[in-house]
């Protein structure tokens, strides 16, 4: 840290700002001097290069003030340096997001994470400075790296450290040194990561022995100590003349294999990639390929390997370009070497197979010109692939499907054939092979659109059958609520809602596929319920007919036994008639019964009657409040006989439920003895915890049973209702 403070000094003290101070810039020697690289956003501090709102820099390590494009001053490094700091003592960076704008963001509105959170150990003296060093305004920063650098030099005294032993004189690589010199030193240079983590070395065993433990903080001496010796190269990249700026500008890229991490050090997180961005940089690459500009897509995909190193796509991309290249300049170098030996015809083939890799290589173009009386082979050649490749556009409709490629490809074939016919062979070839580019462009073009136009017609087509098999659901889903579904086939019902509910999810996702199957399962499970409960309303109204017809002879019979004048069984008989034509047939029934009986027994008092009746009344009310309460117990304590199947539906139907309403309205109650029979009308309303609210009603006969003076249920049979 010391040395990378005066490395950055010394520019500033020369007006340089670095502007992009960041990890990959700042690289440690096998003697373990510190070296600041890339100095290609670097500018003297009177230039205005950011006065028009252009953003430079690495976004992760950029200052406020940078990302905005105002104009900038030395104190954009201290930002930098701070952010650099933070990133070498807890292995992350202050500023993390998961895309470019997410950095952006944070580095313009966040504070950093306090560092003590990532590693407890770290001294406060400089985790203080470094949060100093990161304030959003300049002013409240350090104002010269000078500042940082005496508290940086306190600290270390404060430990008890001395001066490094490797020396503390500036090192400058002049610009004399040769290229080969500068990329050997390069080469020999490892990461700075792995460079902060070497540790000192070790006293001897008795040294060893002797030394007290030291506090867990002196573990950061070795990132503040690597030595006092300092940017060795710094001058010369500033500096540099052109020709030699251009050689080390041109240098491939350095790969070093890291040292052993010391243990004082936590491993670092890796930063979570710019996804965007490097997606941005990835398409680029791509396009640069495939229309022939190797050398850009070759930076590209440069750009996206320090994104992502490991990326598989940018290293082909850049596999792919070098290749290109190379070939290129051998096509070129050895069409040179036969033009020169009078081997025209040869010179000309090589040329042409240069140019149908790269039709606009100025080299191969220029070569061409010369050799234009001699490339009538390669014309020809040209000439016929080109109509071939024209023919396959046509095909997959580039005429119409992209229009502005193929009629550019029409324009570049009218100026190739006047070159032809003219004998400019040459020329012609280039031409011609620049034109088959666009062809391909457009085939390509074409190919995609309609590929595209397929995709959405496919995916218009599946939404609509989603949609169709939802409304599909939706009516049967109607009728089986209207035929009581929700309560004769209660499972399969539920199962329908659940089936049709992922379908809708999957709708809401897009998946319009997997939306039909949910709801055409749905579908095939909510018929199933709705067969269920009309068999069910079959086979109750069955039962109430059988009843009435029952009942109706049972009147019949007390008819003829009583005397006439009985004017309240008269009344009875006459409203049972009534709703017998109404199709109450359950009601029917119970009036017909109740008509027969006040024929049988026309002197017992009504009193009579409701006092054997209100025990029955008050058993109904418990029955209706332990619904009400969801009490299982109370409900099996006046119920004894509740058990097996029939209690653990009841028990599930208590914990599917929000809430429940059920309404028991009597029609007839009928004793004998310690046997009563009780038909009532049954209103059930539900509240479930989806937030859906089925309801039936049913005609309901109880058998009672009173034993030690109370009455209890036997047994329930629920019939549909109309």
Same mark, same amino acid.
Not at 165 to 183: A, E, H, V, W
Not at 367 to 388: F, I, N, T
Not at 477 to 497: D, H, I, M, Q, T
Not at 499 to 512: I, P
């Given at each position: 840290?010391?040395?990378?403070?005066?490395?950055?000094?010394?520019?500033?003290?020369?007006?340089?700002?670095?502007?992009?101070?960041?990890?990959?810039?700042?690289?440690?020697?096998?003697?373990?001097?510190?070296?600041?690289?890339?100095?290609?956003?670097?500018?003297?501090?009177?230039?205005?290069?950011?006065?028009?709102?252009?953003?430079?820099?690495?976004?992760?390590?950029?200052?406020?003030?940078?990302?905005?494009?105002?104009?900038?001053?030395?104190?954009?490094?201290?930002?930098?340096?701070?952010?650099?700091?933070?990133?070498?003592?807890?292995?992350?960076?202050?500023?993390?997001?998961?895309?470019?704008?997410?950095?952006?963001?944070?580095?313009?509105?966040?504070?950093?994470?306090?560092?003590?959170?990532?590693?407890?150990?770290?001294?406060?003296?400089?985790?203080?400075?470094?949060?100093?060093?990161?304030?959003?305004?300049?002013?409240?920063?350090?104002?010269?790296?000078?500042?940082?650098?005496?508290?940086?030099?306190?600290?270390?005294?404060?430990?008890?450290?001395?001066?490094?032993?490797?020396?503390?004189?500036?090192?400058?690589?002049?610009?004399?040194?040769?290229?080969?010199?500068?990329?050997?030193?390069?080469?020999?240079?490892?990461?700075?990561?792995?460079?902060?983590?070497?540790?000192?070395?070790?006293?001897?065993?008795?040294?060893?022995?002797?030394?007290?433990?030291?506090?867990?903080?002196?573990?950061?001496?070795?990132?503040?100590?690597?030595?006092?010796?300092?940017?060795?190269?710094?001058?010369?990249?500033?500096?540099?003349?052109?020709?030699?700026?251009?050689?080390?500008?041109?240098?491939?890229?350095?790969?070093?294999?890291?040292?052993?991490?010391?243990?004082?050090?936590?491993?670092?997180?890796?930063?979570?990639?710019?996804?965007?961005?490097?997606?941005?940089?990835?398409?680029?690459?791509?396009?640069?390929?495939?229309?022939?500009?190797?050398?850009?897509?070759?930076?590209?995909?440069?750009?996206?390997?320090?994104?992502?190193?490991?990326?598989?796509?940018?290293?082909?991309?850049?596999?792919?370009?070098?290749?290109?290249?190379?070939?290129?300049?051998?096509?070129?170098?050895?069409?040179?070497?036969?033009?020169?030996?009078?081997?025209?015809?040869?010179?000309?083939?090589?040329?042409?197979?240069?140019?149908?890799?790269?039709?606009?290589?100025?080299?191969?173009?220029?070569?061409?010109?010369?050799?234009?009386?001699?490339?009538?082979?390669?014309?020809?050649?040209?000439?016929?692939?080109?109509?071939?490749?024209?023919? =396959?556009?046509? %095909? @997959? $409709? &580039?005429?119409?499907? *992209?229009?502005? +490629? !193929?009629?550019? /490809?029409? #324009?570049?074939?009218?100026?190739?054939?006047?070159?032809?016919?003219?004998?400019?062979?040459?020329?012609?070839?280039?031409?011609?092979?620049?034109?088959?580019?666009?062809?391909?462009?457009?085939?390509?073009?074409?190919?995609?659109?309609?590929?595209?136009?397929?995709?959405?017609?496919?995916?218009?087509?599946?939404?609509?059958?989603?949609?169709?098999?939802?409304?599909?659901?939706?009516?049967?889903?109607? =009728?089986?609520? %209207? @035929? $009581? &579904?929700?309560?004769? *086939?209660?499972? +399969? !019902?539920?199962? /329908?809602? #659940?089936?049709?509910?992922?379908?809708?999810?999957?709708?809401?996702?897009?998946?319009?596929?997997?939306?039909?199957?949910?709801?055409?399962?749905?579908?095939?499970?909510?018929?199933?319920?709705?067969?269920?409960?009309?068999?069910?309303?079959?086979?109750?109204?069955?039962?109430?007919?059988?009843?009435?017809?029952?009942?109706?002879?049972?009147?019949?019979?007390?008819?003829?036994?009583?005397?006439?004048?009985?004017?309240?069984?008269?009344?009875?008989?006459?409203? *049972?008639?009534? +709703?017998?034509?109404?199709?109450?047939?359950?009601?029917?029934?119970?009036?017909?019964?109740?008509?027969?009986?006040?024929?049988?027994?026309?002197?017992?008092?009504?009193?009579?009657?409701?006092?054997?009746?209100?025990?029955?009344?008050?058993?109904?009310?418990?029955?209706?409040?332990?619904?009400?309460?969801?009490?299982?117990?109370?409900?099996?304590?006046?119920?004894?006989?509740?058990?097996?199947?029939?209690?653990?539906?009841?028990?599930?139907?208590?914990?599917?439920?929000?809430?429940?309403?059920?309404?028991?309205?009597?029609?007839?109650?009928?004793?004998?003895?310690?046997?009563?029979?009780?038909?009532?009308?049954?209103?059930?309303?539900?509240?479930?915890?989806?937030?859906?609210?089925?309801?039936?009603?049913?005609?309901?006969?109880?058998?009672?049973?009173?034993?030690?003076?109370?009455?209890?249920?036997?047994?329930?049979?629920?019939?549909?209702?109309?």
């Amino acid at each position: 840290m010391v040395e990378i403070c005066e490395g950055v000094i010394h520019a500033h003290e020369n007006q340089v700002i670095h502007r992009d101070i960041k990890p990959g810039n700042v690289l440690v020697t096998k003697s373990g001097h510190v070296k600041i690289l890339d100095f290609g956003l670097a500018r003297m501090v009177s230039s205005d290069i950011t006065r028009s709102g252009q953003v430079l820099g690495t976004p992760n390590y950029m200052s406020p003030e940078q990302i905005k494009g105002t104009n900038l001053d030395h104190r954009t490094d201290i930002f930098s340096l701070g952010v650099l700091f933070y990133e070498l003592l807890t292995s992350r960076k202050p500023f993390e997001g998961d895309s470019y704008t997410s950095v952006i963001y944070k580095v313009l509105q966040a504070d950093p994470v306090p560092m003590q959170h990532h590693d407890p150990n770290i001294p406060h003296e400089l985790s203080d400075m470094i949060d100093r060093a990161l304030q959003k305004e300049p002013e409240k920063r350090f104002q010269q790296v000078d500042e940082m650098l005496r508290e940086l030099e306190a600290f270390r005294h404060s430990l008890g450290g001395s001066q490094p032993t490797s020396g503390s004189t500036l090192s400058l690589d002049l610009p004399s040194q040769s290229s080969s010199d500068k990329t050997a030193v390069t080469r020999s240079i490892p990461s700075l990561r792995s460079a902060v983590a070497v540790r000192p070395p070790l006293p001897s065993e008795q040294e060893a022995k002797e030394q007290p433990p030291q506090p867990s903080k002196f573990r950061y001496i070795a990132a503040i100590s690597l030595s006092a010796a300092v940017l060795s190269i710094v001058l010369f990249l500033v500096f540099r003349p052109p020709w030699r700026k251009a050689e080390t500008d041109q240098a491939p890229p350095v790969s070093s294999t890291p040292s052993p991490r010391s243990p004082s050090f936590p491993p670092p997180t890796p930063a979570a990639p710019a996804d965007a961005e490097l997606a941005r940089t990835l398409k680029s690459a791509r396009h640069l390929l495939e229309t022939r500009k190797y050398s850009d897509a070759a930076t590209e995909a440069q750009q996206a390997l320090e994104l992502a190193p490991d990326n598989s796509d940018a290293t082909a991309i850049l596999q792919q370009a070098r290749e290109r290249l190379e070939k290129i300049e051998q096509g070129n170098r050895q069409a040179r070497m036969l033009h020169a030996a009078g081997k025209y015809e040869q010179a000309t083939g090589v040329l042409s197979e240069v140019l149908k890799i790269a039709p606009s290589d100025p080299e191969a173009r220029r070569l061409s010109v010369q050799l234009d009386r001699y490339a009538q082979k390669g014309a020809d050649e040209a000439l016929a692939e080109l109509k071939q490749v024209k023919s =396959r556009s046509e %095909e @997959a $409709g &580039a005429p119409e499907l *992209a229009q502005s +490629l !193929f009629d550019q /490809a029409k #324009r570049g074939e009218q100026q190739a054939i006047p070159l032809y016919t003219s004998r400019q062979f040459g020329q012609a070839s280039a031409k011609l092979f620049e034109t088959m580019d666009l062809y391909r462009q457009a085939e390509k073009a074409a190919r995609e659109l309609r590929e595209n136009t397929r995709k959405a017609a496919e995916r218009t087509q599946l939404r609509d059958q989603a949609e169709s098999a939802r409304q599909a659901y939706e009516r049967e889903r109607s =009728r089986a609520v %209207e @035929a $009581g &579904a929700e309560g004769k *086939a209660a499972n +399969l !019902f539920r199962e /329908a809602s #659940r089936l049709a509910g992922e379908g809708q999810a999957s709708w809401e996702h897009g998946d319009f596929q997997s939306a039909r199957r949910g709801y055409e399962a749905g579908l095939t499970s909510m018929q199933k319920a709705l067969d269920t409960a009309l068999k069910s309303r079959q086979q109750g109204e069955q039962a109430l007919q059988t009843d009435l017809d029952s009942a109706h002879a049972a009147l019949e019979a007390a008819k003829r036994e009583a005397p006439s004048g009985n004017q309240r069984a008269e009344e009875e008989e006459a409203r *049972a008639v009534d +709703l017998a034509r109404q199709g109450k047939l359950g009601e029917a029934a119970a009036a017909f019964r109740q008509a027969a009986s006040l024929f049988h027994s026309p002197a017992h008092s009504e009193q009579t009657i409701e006092v054997q009746r209100q025990p029955i009344l008050v058993l109904l009310k418990r029955y209706e409040a332990a619904y009400v309460n969801k009490d299982l117990a109370a409900l099996k304590n006046i119920w004894p006989g509740l058990g097996g199947a029939q209690e653990r539906a009841i028990k599930e139907e208590f914990e599917y439920a929000r809430s429940i309403q059920v309404d028991l309205q009597v029609v007839d109650i009928q004793t004998s003895g310690d046997q009563a029979t009780v038909i009532c009308r049954r209103e059930y309303r539900l509240l479930t915890v989806d937030g859906r609210k089925p309801q039936s009603e049913t005609r309901t006969t109880l058998h009672l049973k009173n034993s030690g003076g109370s009455w209890t249920i036997e047994s329930i049979r629920f019939e549909a209702g109309r």
